[in-house]
């Protein structure tokens, strides 16, 4: 059965101590890893998508990596405006659904 | 570029009564998505349209429906009300529902049933 895991489930940083949130997944052939940001009562916003192991994408702060069984968005030097809960999601080779991890509450501290 | 919205924000409810829920997708998007966020959970895909047609839907009761219009725009209905239905319903859109295409989300509606 596909599966996503996310850990840590709540993560608290001092400003500018980077850190690592992980993405585990057991998934029949992927078509794709997303990672999305989301506020409380808003919807997730877009971040980043993986399609192959080896492969990064960078974006301010934040850059997600991907292996054959897991992701890692790594935050370095965070700031307050970066809390967040942060999604991991995969789709399968069937795409007929996208499954989502249930996230990681990231708080900075000033 | 205008992205996915929905309406209403918030819409309250009395046990066995019907929702209804709507969706614009991103201009250009064939494929809409909805899904449920109960409070403290993870998303929960609840049905996939794409060109006028239902291409899957999660493990839910068929009292959670939808449809999609031919201006890709979707509704999603609720009837016979539950209090476990109080949650975030979020609609994404894709722009063909292909096989690694990214969904992009709307703000939302919540929905309270008392």
């Known amino acids: 059965e596909d599966q996503v895991t996310q850990s840590p489930e709540a993560l608290r940083l001092q400003e500018g101590e980077s850190s690592s949130l992980n993405c585990s997944y057991t998934?029949?052939?992927?078509?794709?890893l997303f990672w999305y940001r989301q506020d409380p009562g808003k919807g997730p916003e877009f971040l980043f998508t993986?399609?192959?192991a080896g492969e990064e994408k960078e974006k301010e702060r934040l850059k997600a990596t991907l292996t054959k069984k897991e992701s890692f968005l790594h935050i370095t030097a965070p700031k307050p405006e970066d809390s967040a809960t942060y999604l991991c999601?995969?789709?399968?080779?069937?795409?007929?659904?996208?499954?989502f991890g249930s996230g990681t509450r990231l708080s900075i501290r000033p | 570029e205008a992205g996915v919205t929905q309406s209403p924000t918030h819409l309250i409810k009395t046990r066995g009564q019907q929702a209804t829920l709507r969706c614009s997708p991103i201009?250009?998007?064939?494929?809409v998505y909805w899904y449920q966020q109960a409070l403290g959970l993870g998303l929960q895909f609840l049905l996939w349209?794409?060109?006028?047609?239902?291409?899957n839907r999660g493990n839910f009761p068929p009292r959670f429906s939808g449809r999609q219009f031919p201006n890709y725009s979707s509704e999603l209905n609720v009837n016979a009300l539950e209090l476990e239905d109080s949650a975030l319903y979020l609609c994404a859109s894709s722009l063909t529902g292909g096989v690694g295409e990214t969904q992009y989300f709307g703000p939302g509606t919540r929905l309270l049933v008392l």
């Open positions: 201009s250009g998007h064939t494929s």
């Open positions: 349209y794409d060109e006028g047609e239902e291409r």
């Open positions: 993986l399609y192959s």
């Open positions: 998934v029949s052939g992927l078509r794709g």
């Open positions: 999601a995969v789709r399968n080779s069937s795409a007929s659904k996208i499954i």
